[in-house]
């Protein structure tokens, strides 16, 4: 069973936003496309796996903010003109929203305590879409997957969400590729 295939979320992508949208499997294949997060439940048990230390209080916002994530993302990635306005909009307003609920505690390093999950995620948004990684973030090249990665290679060359994963299903395409290019007909 592939990462993709699994039905537990993975934590691959080296930022809590990305691993936030990635939590949808085969993301852009429609005919494959799975949501591995979906009741509170299940969004109390990945936040507690994440790191995250904030209350869940519905799925309902958290699927939007993540569809309007993964929109700005793709965006950004494929170097597209104008963010797209309906999903920049929407999470604009939720990192907005986030930060007038936030609570600020009197305790050094200085944090945002947010007030639930949706709005942490926005806080880790705008931090990553504000961060010093926003040309390193990338999406994995394997048909049909579309998750994101943030690039810490040395040479900014990652090409899918996992070696092991959608890079051994593109080796051996080539690998087929190659063999029935090369024998007899």
Same mark, same amino acid.
């Given at each position: 069973?592939?990462?993709?295939?699994?039905?537990?979320?993975?934590?691959?992508? =080296?930022?809590?936003?990305?691993?936030?949208?990635?939590?949808?499997?085969?993301?852009?294949?429609?005919?494959?496309?799975?949501?591995?997060?979906?009741?509170?439940?299940?969004?109390?048990?990945?936040?507690?796996? $994440?790191?995250?230390?904030?209350?869940?209080?519905?799925?309902?916002?958290?699927?939007?903010?993540?569809?309007?994530?993964?929109?700005?993302?793709?965006?950004?990635?494929?170097?597209?003109?104008?963010?797209?306005?309906?999903?920049?909009?929407?999470?604009?307003?939720?990192?907005?929203?986030?930060?007038?609920?936030?609570?600020?505690?009197?305790?050094?390093?200085?944090?945002?305590?947010?007030?639930?999950?949706?709005? $942490?995620?926005?806080?880790?948004?705008?931090?990553?879409?504000? =961060?010093?990684?926003?040309?390193?973030?990338?999406?994995?090249?394997?048909?049909?997957?579309?998750?994101?990665?943030?690039?810490?290679?040395?040479? =900014?060359?990652?090409?899918?969400?996992?070696?092991?994963?959608?890079?051994?299903?593109?080796?051996?395409?080539?690998?087929?590729?190659?063999?029935?290019?090369?024998?007899?007909?």
């Amino acid at each position: 069973m592939t990462q993709l295939d699994s039905p537990e979320p993975q934590f691959i992508a =080296g930022h809590p936003a990305l691993d936030f949208v990635n939590t949808v499997a085969w993301r852009t294949d429609d005919a494959r496309r799975v949501e591995r997060v979906t009741g509170v439940e299940e969004w109390i048990l990945w936040a507690a796996k $994440a790191g995250i230390d904030a209350p869940v209080q519905g799925a309902g916002g958290l699927t939007e903010l993540r569809g309007a994530l993964g929109e700005v993302l793709d965006a950004l990635v494929d170097g597209v003109g104008p963010l797209p306005p309906g999903p920049w909009q929407e999470l604009s307003r939720a990192i907005v929203r986030a930060r007038q609920r936030a609570d600020v505690p009197a305790e050094l390093p200085l944090r945002w305590r947010p007030a639930g999950l949706d709005d $942490a995620l926005a806080l880790l948004a705008e931090e990553l879409l504000a =961060g010093p990684y926003l040309e390193r973030i990338g999406r994995c090249q394997g048909p049909g997957c579309g998750w994101f990665y943030l690039d810490r290679t040395r040479a =900014g060359n990652r090409r899918w969400c996992s070696s092991g994963d959608c890079g051994n299903r593109d080796r051996a395409r080539r690998h087929y590729a190659r063999s029935a290019q090369s024998s007899p007909r």
